[in-house]
T-cell receptor
Framework: GAGVSQSPSNKVTEKGKDVELRCDPI?????LYWYRQSLGQGLEFLIY????????KSGLPSDRFSAERTGGSVSTLTIQRTQQEDSAVYLC????????????FGEGSWLTVV | EDKVVQSPLSLVVHEGDTVTLNCSYE??????LLWYKQEKKAPTFLFML????IEKKSGRLSSILDKKELFSILNITATQTGDSAVYLC????????FGDGTTLTVKP
């Protein structure tokens, strides 16, 4: 596609439920990133995929968070047993590779846990 | 639709030079404008600007917002090779909108 596409754009869920957030990167981009931004806070790195390499999961805040990337393209971020502190904007980004090329961000998925 | 445009897209300077990075925006519900430095995978938060005309400063970096003309600048004085990175401008207007970034290369 023309840009990084994320869905849903907004999600309200009850505490304890699982949610899945989807990211469709720019075609041909091998690097894909997930970030989280809480209201009024900076960007928090979550996970990074580069080609067929093992993902860097060092930013995932707990074992309730997981992500996968199928076929080197679409990625899904899953949050299990959501908590109120998980409320944030979840941003996906992609770049051609990891060597400093411009990173393109999606518009984010705004998650509210009630 | 909210929009963030950064310029230049890339910049190559030598150590000691001063650089000015630009970020212009269009938004319907402005909350804040943020600057990040991205070296590898995790951007580093630099500044959050909410008020017009008030300069924020951190070491050799400074930034200011003009809400009338809808732009912000990021200045880096006495650049060092460690300043080489992609600098991202982001608009917080309920949802986050990011510019494409300015790739800064500082040569020794």
């Amino acid at each position: 596609g023309a840009g990084v596409s994320q869905s849903p754009s907004n999600k309200v869920t009850e505490k304890g439920k699982d949610v899945e957030l989807r990211c469709d990167p720019i075609s041909g981009h091998t690097a894909l990133y997930w970030y989280r931004q809480s209201l009024g806070q900076g960007l928090e790195f979550l996970i990074y995929f580069q080609g067929n390499s093992a993902p860097d999961k060092s930013g995932l805040p707990s074992d309730r968070f997981s992500a996968e990337r199928t076929g080197g393209s679409v990625s899904t971020l899953t949050i299990q047993r959501t908590q109120q502190e998980d409320s944030a904007v979840y941003l996906c980004a992609s770049s051609r590779d990891s060597s400093g090329n411009t990173i393109y961000f999606g518009e984010g998925s705004w998650l509210t846990v009630v | 639709e909210d929009k963030v445009v950064q310029s230049p897209l890339s910049l190559v300077v030598h150590e000691g030079d001063t650089v000015t990075l630009n970020c212009s925006y269009e938004v319907t519900n402005f909350r804040s404008l943020l600057w990040y430095k991205q070296e590898k995978k995790a951007p580093t938060f630099l500044f959050m600007l909410t008020s017009s005309g008030i300069e924020k400063k951190s070491g050799r970096l400074s930034s200011i917002l003009d809400k009338k003309e809808l732009f912000s600048i990021l200045n880096i004085t006495a650049t060092q090779t460690g300043d080489s990175a992609v600098y991202l401008c982001a608009l917080n207007a309920g949802k986050s909108t990011f510019g494409d970034g300015t790739t800064l290369t500082v040569k020794p």
